[in-house]
């Protein structure tokens, strides 16, 4: 459910929507913020240190990441970029370690008018990587 979270596993994740939309990712510091544009990973743009897209999958490794990396906020839009997503299927989201094992899984809320939403953040408490359904 939104605002859940729990501790996350050694090594790489793949957090996966399947669906018709796009799915970004954002990697940000301490204060919240992108340190440049090459934190921000998308269609255009797949690969960043520690993050990968392909496909409607996104890849995280948070040993990777570039020095003061603190959180990987997921987010996913209409693949055509204007259908809100109460006209599309329902969203579901899934989180796999690195043997492809299901570690968790997400079911936003419904939805209605939006066309961009936060899934899902991958973030730094002390010296462990937990996860939060957003």
């Not at 994740?13 to 970004?24: K, T």
């Not at 959180?71 to 579901?92: K, N, Y």
């Not at 936003?108 to 899902?120: D, F, G, I, Q, Y």
Request: aromatic share 6%.
């Amino acid at each position: 459910m939104p605002g859940a979270n729990g501790p996350l596993p050694a090594g790489p994740v793949s957090v996966r929507l399947a669906g018709p939309f796009d799915v970004c990712a954002l990697v940000t510091g301490a204060n919240g913020k992108v340190a440049a544009d090459s934190d921000f990973v998308f269609y255009n743009q797949p690969r960043a240190p520690g993050v990968a897209l392909s496909g409607g999958a996104v890849t995280v490794d948070p040993g990777r990441l570039r020095l003061g990396a603190e959180r990987v906020v997921i987010a996913a839009s209409p693949e055509d970029g204007t259908t809100p997503f109460g006209r599309l299927p329902a969203l579901a989201v899934t989180i796999h370690n690195d043997h492809d094992d299901l570690i968790a899984r997400f079911a936003p809320p419904p939805l209605s008018r939006e066309t961009v939403v936060t899934l899902v953040e991958i973030y730094r408490r002390g010296p462990a990587w937990k996860i939060r359904a957003v």
